[in-house]
């Protein structure tokens, strides 16, 4: 195991400093920042002079209708893709440059994650947490058991994954992504595709791990970001339109809608139009928005 693997003492999981590791900058504030950031794939502008600023032990939405260029993002802040311009830096390293050292920091969830059927969730979590840590398996196991506890999956531990429903895989999938201590995490549409019930859990389960982690994930569902989030990006044609707390966001759409509080809220459209929020909220096979406060009554 290499020098930026974690070391794990008889009773705690730890991450060991290495000499290797490039130590982020002393006065950062900011857990991601971007500058300008853009990808063009051939003709197309996927991603256009992207800025963003995300404060540690937040979570921000980052929200979008489908093709807004917001898993394109993502795959840049993550170093799986190079930029055509700007910069991203996260915790105060180069994303580009500093790739493999940021990854250790880090969690990601893909948006349709997947696991070895004929493996239990315990297993699948050991499996990936050896990728991290040398030491006792006791304290191994230790770690998995905390992991399933947070994301309500104790007393689904040692059924094989191929009986799971979609909300309990995505809760795995977050489990995995967290089992080592990653100081953010990088959850791509993590109740996409969801029921209403499958994604309270997951919401439930961000919620809890706030204490924890800074997250930021990307979502085309307006009422997801008003449940969980701390401040809300809006991408729409790889461009950024809106960027602010989630409060103030959708007090303006209320004041825009004449809705009173309480009310669910409309969005601004355009005349002979739908709006950003109005094709972020839709869902395959749905003509319209419909929000969970709808369907839950």
């Known amino acids: 195991m290499d020098t930026n693997s974690a070391s794990i003492s008889e009773n705690t999981a730890v991450f060991a400093n290495s000499e290797g590791r490039v130590q982020p900058d002393q006065g950062q504030v900011s857990v991601i920042s971007t500058s300008g950031l853009s990808k063009t794939f051939g003709t197309i502008e996927a991603l256009k002079d992207l800025d963003l600023s995300v404060p540690q032990h937040s979570i921000v939405g980052f929200l979008g209708p489908n093709g807004a260029g917001k898993t394109t993002a993502i795959k840049l802040l993550l170093g799986l893709s190079r930029p055509t311009s700007g910069k991203a830096r996260i915790f105060g390293m180069d994303a580009v440059a500093d790739s493999t050292a940021i990854r250790t920091r880090v969690g990601y969830l893909a ?5 070895y059927t004929n493996m239990t969730a315990r297993e699948t979590l050991e499996f990936t947490a050896r990728f991290f840590y040398q030491g006792p398996k006791r304290a191994i196991a230790d770690r998995v058991d905390e992991t399933l506890e947070l994301v309500g999956l104790t007393d689904k531990a040692d059924r094989p994954t191929k009986g799971f429903s979609g909300g309990e ?3 795995l999938g977050i489990a995995q992504a967290q089992v080592n201590h990653p100081d953010l995490l990088i959850l791509d549409e993590p109740a996409a595709s969801l029921d209403p019930i499958g994604r309270r859990d997951v919401l439930a389960v961000m919620a809890r791990l706030r204490e924890y982690t800074t997250i930021f994930y990307s979502t085309h569902i307006l009422d997801d970001v008003q449940r969980v989030s701390d401040s809300v990006v809006i991408l729409d044609s790889g461009r950024k339109v809106a960027d602010a707390p989630a409060t103030q966001l959708l007090d303006g759409w209320l004041h825009l ?4 509080a309480g009310e669910s809220p409309s969005r601004p459209g355009r005349a002979g ?10 869902h395959p096979g749905q003509r319209g928005a419909v929000s969970d406060r709808d369907r839950l009554r």
């Not at 809608?257 to 009173?260: E, I, L, P, Q, R």
């Open 111 to 115: 948006q349709e994650p997947r696991f």
């Open 273 to 282: 139009g739908s709006s950003v929020g109005d094709r972020c909220d839709r």
């Open 257 to 260: 809608s004449g809705h009173g």
């Open 169 to 171: 895989r995505q809760r």
